[in-house]
């Protein structure tokens, strides 16, 4: 059964900092692996997609990586800003079961000024 | 165009109730798929649909059903709520033609309380 860690589970940084979040999963088999952001009450916002036989992904700020022999990917945020506080989700969408994303329990981040 | 939408944003019901969530997807997204995400944790998958048909489900009871229309919007329905139903309830559509490249956009939720 695959199982999606994340660490850690909660964060504290002021402005400006670079951060790396970390995630790990136990089933190398996947598609393809995700980054969310969600807001507190709110849906999720997908960040960044790394497929299977990728190493990583950027966008802006965000710099993505994948070592699927390893089960770990890291997210890269780059000068943080009080705007990027959010709890941060990665999930996983295994081979076996493609219907279904397997996500962590999440990093929550806090930027303060 | 328009995201996903979710309604109800909230919803109170008590023990044994039945609720009926529904969702619309992004247009032209054949794909629906619903999670069930308690406070702390990630979201659970529960179904997807695909053209109308069930692709998968998540290890849940049978007390959670859903059904797709033929525009692809869908129902989850719960029967015989339990106080542990109380979460968020995302709905996800995609477009279901590349899986190794298949993006997920969620809807804002709707937030269940049992009471």
């Known amino acids: 059964k695959q199982e999606v860690t994340q660490i850690p589970a909660a964060l504290s940084v002021p402005e400006g900092e670079n951060l790396v979040l970390n995630c790990s999963f136990t089933d190398s088999a996947i598609y393809n692996l995700q980054w969310f952001r969600q807001d507190p009450g709110k849906g999720l916002t997908s960040l960044l997609l790394?497929?299977?036989?990728?190493r990583e992904q950027t966008s802006g700020r965000l710099n993505a990586s994948l070592d699927k022999s390893s089960g770990r990917s890291t997210l890269y945020i780059a000068a943080s800003q009080p705007g990027d506080s959010a709890t941060y989700l990665c999930a996983v969408r295994e081979t076996g079961t493609a219907s279904k994303l397997t996500f962590g329990t999440g990093t929550r981040l806090q930027v303060t000024l | 165009d328009a995201g996903v939408t979710q309604s109800p944003t909230h919803l109170i019901k008590t023990r044994g109730q039945q609720v009926t969530l529904r969702c619309s997807p992004i247009s032209g997204h054949k794909s629906v798929s619903w999670y069930q995400q308690v406070l702390g944790q990630g979201p659970q998958f529960i179904f997807q649909?695909?053209?109308?048909?069930?692709?998968g489900r998540g290890n849940f009871p049978d007390r959670f059903s859903a059904r797709q229309f033929p525009n692809y919007s869908s129902e989850l329905n719960v029967n015989a709520l339990l106080l542990g139903d109380s979460a968020l309830y995302l709905c996800?559509?995609?477009?279901?033609?590349?899986?190794?490249?298949?993006?997920?956009?969620f809807g804002s939720g709707t937030q269940l309380s049992v009471l």
């Open positions: 649909y695909y053209e109308k048909e069930e692709r």
């Open positions: 996800a559509s995609s477009l279901w033609q590349d899986k190794s490249n298949e993006k997920l956009f």
């Open positions: 790394i497929q299977s036989s990728q």
